[in-house]
């Protein structure tokens, strides 16, 4: 049993070099298919993100290509000079094969570690190899075992836990401040990449209101339209300030658009309701005094990436518990991979083993009664493949379900019936 895992992340190779060997949309199919038909035999499975790009070879140790015949294929299906990328290349072969799988599922080699988007990119990556027909064995377990460790470390580590993104942040602050959103009016004061962003974490939300203003009445009216929302002229900001309950300010202005003075007036005309303020201006687009005032909470973009920072951090320190259990879950897995091609091993020898014996002893009987006719010679062969089939039958079945269990059990089933009918292992060893 030998796997092999090679390509580039965004650790080894910028972003031109992924690019290049990139295997998008229909180019994955049809990869697999050619490496099919190149490597015959051979288990295939492709990972391929913005980020990564990684081919999961599996097979025997005579047919599974050697890294140097897979990036041959990776230059000569891209066209591709071997310059642009093989320097990048990084190889892990059996079990730090599954170790950098489960590793990648359980997003510990993300550029943003803990983001959940690459679980279902390895589920992709599995079913689309599955469909193709690109899959055996070992890579049906490899790949359905990482899905259950990427699973198990997300439950363990929390190591998904927190937003890192400033409008993420933003929108996490809310939810603390305010229980429910469908009796809430939002505002967001501008219309560029920032509100966008915002908007698009607060949608989920479910406000009762979006409000959208700008200097320009045109990108506020755009900005509104594709979420539902309701465009205010930026000269009635003041009457929009208190209408809102949650307040997303991300303009480019030189100088504060609110001061003291007027949020003092927009509070009084709210009577005193809380109300959350969210700005994320660089400079700032209120004056920080208004954190002063009751009923209000006002957070700067310092305040927000401080907490994105510490988010960060609690996922950095996850990342050697969540190693533990990859780790753990590795030899495991590697483990039952082994006993599985055993298991196997130990049935073909016994079905071989069986039919020589039966073979023999037929040669025997019908050498010494040459009297036999053509169809008493056929009626005895076939009374004694059943009485094969039928000795066999539970020893089978035994093993067929030891191939699924790498516990103790399923180790000693396999070793009695190699005892017991003097089988051995030298398939198991040639492949470790």
């Known amino acids: 049993m030998k796997l092999l895992a090679l390509g580039v992340d965004h650790h080894s190779a910028p972003q031109p070099?992924?690019?290049?060997?990139?295997?998008?949309?229909?180019?994955?199919?049809?990869?697999?298919?050619?490496?099919?038909?190149?490597?015959?035999?051979?288990?295939?499975?492709?990972?391929?993100?913005?980020?990564?790009?990684?081919?999961?070879?599996?097979?025997?140790?005579?047919?599974?290509?050697?890294?140097?015949?897979?990036?041959?294929?990776l230059a000569e299906f891209h066209g591709v000079d071997l310059g642009v990328f093989a320097t990048h290349l990084v190889d892990y072969h059996d079990e730090e094969a599954i170790e950098h799988l489960f590793r990648v599922a359980s997003s510990i080699e993300s550029l943003v570690i803990g983001e959940?988007?690459?679980?279902?990119?390895?589920?992709?990556?599995?079913e689309a190899a599955r469909e193709a027909e690109a899959?055996?064995?070992?890579?049906?377990?490899?790949?359905?075992?990482?899905?259950?460790?990427?699973k198990r470390v997300r439950e363990a580590t929390g190591m998904d836990r927190g937003r890192?993104?400033?409008?993420?942040?933003?929108?996490?602050?809310?939810?603390?401040?305010?229980?429910?959103?469908?009796?809430?009016?939002?505002?967001?004061?501008?219309?560029?990449?920032?509100?966008?962003?915002?908007?698009?974490?607060?949608?989920?939300?479910?406000?009762?209101?979006?409000?959208?203003?700008n200097r320009s009445p045109e990108r506020a009216q755009e900005a509104a339209r594709a979420w539902g929302g309701r465009a205010l002229p930026f000269e009635e900001l003041e009457s929009a300030l208190v209408e809102a309950d949650v307040v997303v300010s991300t303009t480019a202005s030189a100088e504060p658009i609110v001061s003291f003075a007027t949020y003092s007036r927009v509070l009084k005309a709210r009577?005193?309701?809380?109300?959350?303020?969210?700005?994320?201006?660089?400079?700032?687009?209120?004056?920080?005094?208004?954190?002063?005032?009751?009923?209000?909470?006002?957070?700067?973009?310092?305040?927000?990436?401080?907490?994105?920072?510490?988010?960060?951090?609690?996922?950095l320190r996850a990342v050697e518990a969540a190693s533990a259990i990859v780790q753990e879950e590795t030899a495991s897995c590697a483990d039952a991979i082994r006993h599985r091609h055993l298991?196997?091993?130990?049935?073909?020898?016994?079905?071989?083993?069986?039919?020589?014996v039966r073979s023999r002893e037929l040669d025997r009987l019908f050498a010494s009664r040459p009297h036999l006719s053509e169809d008493d010679r056929k009626a005895i062969a076939q009374t004694l493949h059943r009485f094969q089939n039928q000795l066999l039958h539970h020893p089978r079945s035994?093993?067929?379900?030891?191939?699924?269990?790498?516990?103790?059990?399923?180790?000693?089933?396999?070793?009695?019936?190699?005892?017991?009918f003097g089988l051995g292992q030298s398939e198991a060893r040639d492949d470790r």
């Open 17 to 73: 070099v992924r690019e290049a060997i990139a295997f998008d949309g229909s180019r994955r199919r049809e990869g697999l298919e050619a490496l099919k038909g190149r490597f015959p035999g051979v288990e295939f499975a492709i990972l391929s993100t913005c980020n990564r790009v990684e081919v999961y070879a599996a097979g025997d140790p005579s047919t599974i290509p050697q890294v140097g015949d897979l990036t041959q294929f």
């Open 116 to 126: 959940g988007q690459i679980q279902g990119q390895v589920r992709e990556a599995y």
């Open 135 to 150: 899959v055996g064995p070992i890579l049906h377990e490899v790949f359905q075992q990482s899905a259950r460790v990427g």
């Open 164 to 213: 890192l993104s400033i409008a993420s942040v933003a929108v996490d602050v809310a939810r603390r401040v305010f229980d429910r959103f469908d009796d809430k009016a939002v505002l967001v004061i501008g219309a560029g990449k920032m509100a966008e962003l915002t908007l698009r974490h607060l949608a989920p939300l479910r406000p009762g209101r979006i409000l959208v203003t």
């Open 271 to 315: 009577r005193y309701r809380h109300s959350l303020i969210l700005d994320i201006a660089v400079p700032r687009d209120f004056d920080p005094r208004i954190n002063d005032l009751e009923t209000v909470t006002l957070y700067s973009v310092d305040d927000l990436q401080a907490q994105a920072d510490a988010n960060r951090s609690e996922r």
């Open 343 to 356: 298991a196997g091993s130990i049935l073909r020898q016994l079905g071989d083993y069986s039919d020589a």
């Open 398 to 420: 035994a093993l067929r379900s030891a191939t699924g269990a790498a516990d103790g059990h399923g180790r000693s089933l396999v070793d009695a019936v190699r005892h017991l």
